[in-house]
C-alpha cells in the first residue's frame, strides 16, 4: 500500500461507495416491488370478485326464476377482462324465501393476469331480495 493512499483524503478513498451499496441493494428492492405487486393483484382480485357477486345477485334477483342462472352467471361475468375470466366462476342460489345469493371464485393471478394462478381462490358473496312483480 502507498503512502499516498493511506494519506488520501476521505472523500477519494469513498469514491464509488454509493454505487457499490446501490448494486448491492438492488436485489432486495426488486423483490420487494414484486411482493407489494402480488399483495395489489390479491386485493384487486377481492375488489373484482365481489363487485362480479354484487352484479350478479342484481341481475338475478330481476330475472325469471328459470332463467336466474344463466342471468346471474351472465352478470358477474359481463365486467371481467378474459384474463381474469378465465378462471373465474359464478354461481346463483336461493332459498325459496325470496332471498337470491351470488357467489363469485376467483383465482389469484402470480405477478400478471391470465397467466399462472395461486392453488387458492378468492371468494365474493352477495344477497339480495328478490323483486315483486
Same mark, same amino acid.
Given at each position: 500500500? *502507498?503512502? &499516498?493512499?493511506?494519506?488520501?483524503?476521505?472523500? +477519494?478513498?469513498?469514491? !464509488?461507495?454509493?454505487?457499490? =451499496?446501490? +448494486? %448491492?441493494?438492488? @436485489?432486495?428492492?426488486? #423483490?420487494? +416491488?414484486?411482493?407489494?405487486?402480488?399483495?395489489?393483484?390479491?386485493?384487486?382480485?377481492?375488489?373484482?370478485?365481489?363487485?362480479?357477486?354484487?352484479?350478479?345477485? &342484481?341481475?338475478?334477483?330481476?330475472? =325469471?326464476? !328459470?332463467?336466474?342462472?344463466?342471468?346471474?352467471?351472465?352478470?358477474?361475468?359481463?365486467?371481467?377482462?378474459?384474463?381474469?375470466?378465465?378462471?373465474?366462476? #359464478?354461481?346463483? %342460489? %336461493?332459498?325459496? *324465501?325470496?332471498?337470491?345469493?351470488?357467489?363469485? &371464485?376467483? =383465482? #389469484? @393471478?402470480?405477478?400478471?393476469? !391470465?397467466? +399462472?394462478?395461486?392453488?387458492?381462490? #378468492?371468494?365474493?358473496?352477495?344477497?339480495?331480495?328478490? =323483486?315483486?312483480?
Amino acid at each position: 500500500m *502507498s503512502m &499516498r493512499s493511506v494519506l488520501a483524503p476521505p472523500a +477519494l478513498r469513498d469514491r !464509488g461507495q454509493v454505487t457499490i =451499496e446501490f +448494486l %448491492g441493494m438492488t @436485489p432486495t428492492i426488486i #423483490v420487494t +416491488l414484486i411482493a407489494l405487486w402480488q399483495v395489489v393483484l390479491v386485493g384487486y382480485t377481492f375488489t373484482l370478485a365481489g363487485n362480479a357477486a354484487d352484479e350478479a345477485v &342484481r341481475q338475478a334477483t330481476a330475472a =325469471e326464476p !328459470g332463467a336466474r342462472q344463466g342471468a346471474c352467471e351472465a352478470a358477474g361475468l359481463k365486467h371481467l377482462s378474459e384474463a381474469w375470466r378465465s378462471g373465474a366462476s #359464478v354461481t346463483c %342460489g %336461493g332459498s325459496g *324465501s325470496g332471498y337470491i345469493t351470488a357467489d363469485v &371464485r376467483m =383465482e #389469484v @393471478p402470480i405477478l400478471f393476469p !391470465g397467466t +399462472l394462478s395461486f392453488p387458492f381462490a #378468492v371468494r365474493g358473496h352477495a344477497g339480495a331480495v328478490e =323483486e315483486a312483480d
